[in-house]
């Protein structure tokens, strides 16, 4: 805080119908320790952020506030680059579980908050009761033909995406 206009600007900040809050405030009994995860959005800094929450919750469970952080999707990218170090992958991201594209590489920009839930793999992975799965058909992000594998990342409500088109897994086999 810099000036008193700024206290008066954050004490006139009002929360309560942001997303994260109503989330958090409408939450049953089974949901009062869920994280909410926003989907990635361009905020008033004009850069894609991420907004991360959880409840602030008394000893009865009833709700007292929320605390937030806010997260730039670059954030992923050094996992991202871990993934990708395997030659034969030439795609991986992370998305939430309703399919939106936290980040993805390559083309970072490009993919940020787009949606692949309508996508036959998404909701092949959905559907299946284990944390990996694996496909091979055309993705909604580039429809080629890929290989690709979802995996969930514990209980965070994050899956990682990894994926290779499938012509050039095969070329070394098939010149």
């Not at 939450?27 to 361009?42: N, T």
């Not at 992975?125 to 284990?130: K, T």
């Not at 429809?143 to 088109?165: I, Q």
């Amino acid at each position: 805080i810099q000036t008193p206009e700024d206290l008066k600007a954050i004490r006139a900040f009002n929360i309560s119908e942001r997303d994260y809050f109503r989330f958090h405030r409408d939450a049953g009994r089974d949901a009062h320790d869920r994280m909410y995860l926003s989907r990635p959005f361009v905020g008033s800094s004009n850069r894609w952020i991420i907004v991360a929450s959880r409840a602030i919750r008394g000893t009865k469970g009833e709700f007292r506030g929320v605390v937030v952080a806010t997260v730039i999707p670059k954030f992923f990218e050094p996992i991202l680059l871990e993934v990708m170090k395997n030659e034969v992958v030439d795609a991986a991201a992370i998305h939430d579980r309703e399919g939106n594209v936290l980040y993805r590489l390559p083309d970072a920009e490009k993919h940020i908050g787009k949606n692949i839930a309508k996508g036959e793999a998404f909701q092949k992975y959905l559907q299946s009761e284990s944390a990996i799965t694996r496909y091979l058909g055309l993705t909604v992000t580039d429809n080629l033909e890929r290989a690709l594998v979802f995996a969930k990342v514990g209980n965070t409500g994050l899956d990682v995406g990894v994926s290779a088109r499938y012509d050039r897994m095969v070329t070394a086999w098939y010149p």
